[in-house]
């Protein structure tokens, strides 16, 4: 099977701006979850979706926010671009049975001037 | 909430030695899912070794295989045999077991740089 496909890879935005990543997650994975990852506060939790629904929400601003599609791929948009965005996004898919074990995408690479 | 934390940030290894990266968490759960993951430099996050909670027996993979003491809530990865490319920053990470599934988020440590000598 494929793994997860992040798209873009990297991406240049300005502060102010707004951005919109991608995620497919492996065939047959129902549940999509995204993550960012910094340098200073690591990898912290943004939301997660399942039957394009969210039912989990990490501690983020309204500027972030996401959603999913009948076929299970998902988009996180964040409005009003800061500097303190700047971060990898890691997409995580995985079925949807009792502790499933999460696989990664490559991660998109935003940085914000 | 859940805690997970890696206390040493860097470590080292020769080649084909054993190093043993540790991982102490929190929770007043008693059912519960622990992971070791590794992101090498290209940043893709690899799963390298699952621990179920209700589990007795430590999980192994390969060279790779954890110590886990739930009473002490410690989820340690012992990676033998050692190669260059294990070297790679290494993620503890955590994850409620929730039939409703409300939580299936994965809570991570701040992980541990693994250096790999030849």
């Known amino acids: 099977k494929a793994g997860v496909t992040q798209t873009p890879r990297y991406l240049i935005k300005t502060r102010g701006q707004q951005v919109t990543l991608s995620c497919s997650p492996i065939?047959?994975?129902?549940?999509v979850s995204w993550y960012q990852q910094t340098p200073g506060q690591g990898l912290q939790f943004l939301f997660e979706?399942?039957?394009?629904?969210?039912?989990n929400k990490g501690n983020f601003p309204g500027r972030f926010s996401g959603r999913q599609f009948s076929n299970s791929r998902s988009e996180m948009n964040v409005s009003t671009l800061e500097l303190g965005d700047s971060a990898l996004y890691l997409c995580?898919?995985?079925?949807?049975?009792?502790?499933?074990?999460?696989?990664f995408g490559p991660g998109t690479r935003l940085l914000v001037l | 909430a859940q805690t997970v934390t890696q206390s040493q940030p860097e470590m080292s290894v020769q080649e084909a030695e054993t190093v043993t990266l540790s991982c102490t968490y929190d929770?007043?759960?008693?059912?519960?899912?622990l992971f070791w993951y590794k992101q090498p430099p290209s940043r893709q996050m690899i799963l390298v070794i699952r621990?179920?909670?209700?589990?007795?027996q430590n999980a192994t993979e390969n060279r790779f295989s954890v110590n886990f003491q739930k009473a002490a809530k410690s989820f340690s990865l012992k990676i033998s045999d050692s190669q260059l490319g294990d070297a790679a920053m290494y993620f503890c990470?955590?994850?409620?077991?929730?039939?409703?599934?409300?939580?299936?988020?994965?809570?991570f440590g701040k992980g541990t740089l693994l250096t790999v000598n030849p």
């Open positions: 995580a898919s995985s079925p949807i049975t009792r502790g499933e074990t999460q696989y």
């Open positions: 065939s047959g994975h129902r549940s």
């Open positions: 979706y399942f039957s394009e629904t969210q039912r």
């Open positions: 929770t007043s759960e008693s059912d519960y899912y």
């Open positions: 621990q179920e909670a209700y589990k007795q």
């Open positions: 990470a955590y994850r409620s077991v929730d039939s409703g599934g409300s939580n299936y988020k994965l809570t």
